[in-house]
């Protein structure tokens, strides 16, 4: 309490400062500092890493199985012997398969070289929502792409094998066996890398839920 000359009492509210001579600093308040993103899940980021994999190993395996599916043979109608000769570049819908599969096989490669870079740097895997949207994106279009070139070639490799209904073209696969197995393989490992990326692309939208926007 304060006592002014006319005789009024007023309460007097002030700032006590440090005694002169004190060495007392005031010390700032640190603000808190926002962490990087960190996923609900722990563990989603080995499963990425693992579905990556797998996509890249099927995708390389459907173009090895593919490349390699040559025979000759010998086809016999009315008494004559047809020769044949079977290979993956005879048709537009195995090259599109091989071309596919290998720039699944490239893109997958990439990612994972991507998450190694950064495991190594020991920074978070997905940085931003706009890396995650690309990477999304990607997913999709070869997940797609994957889809749209197993079923072309699953179309020429079924013909191969039932031939064509009411008409003289034969069952190939019967002179040629192991072009069509290897073929058959080589569209199963095909559909199986799609599948796998179309696994990341759900992984990414998790991701996507997890982050926070910019």
Known sequence: ???????????AVGIQMPPAGSKTVLEPVALPVTASPVPRWPRLGVIMVATRAAAL??????????????????????GIEIPLHANWSFSYSLQFLVGMSAASAAYSLAHLLL???????????????RQTWLLFAGDQV?????????????????????????????NFCKPLPRFCDLSAAS?????????????????????LSSLRGE
């Open 142 to 170: 070869f997940s797609l792409a994957m889809m749209s070139a197993g079923s072309a070639a699953a179309a020429v490799s079924n013909l191969n094998r039932t031939g064509i209904q009411h008409t003289a073209l034969p």
């Open 187 to 207: 569209i199963a490992c095909a559909f199986l890398s799609c599948a796998f990326l179309a696994t990341s692309a759900v992984i990414d939208v998790i991701w």
């Open 57 to 78: 190993v099927m995708a390389l395996l459907s173009v090895s199985l593919m490349v390699s599916s040559k025979q000759q043979g010998i086809l016999t109608r009315f």
């Open 115 to 129: 998450i190694a870079h950064k495991a190594v740097k020991k920074v978070p895997m997905f940085s931003s929502r």
């Open 1 to 11: 309490m304060g006592s002014i000359g006319n005789g009024r009492s007023v309460s």
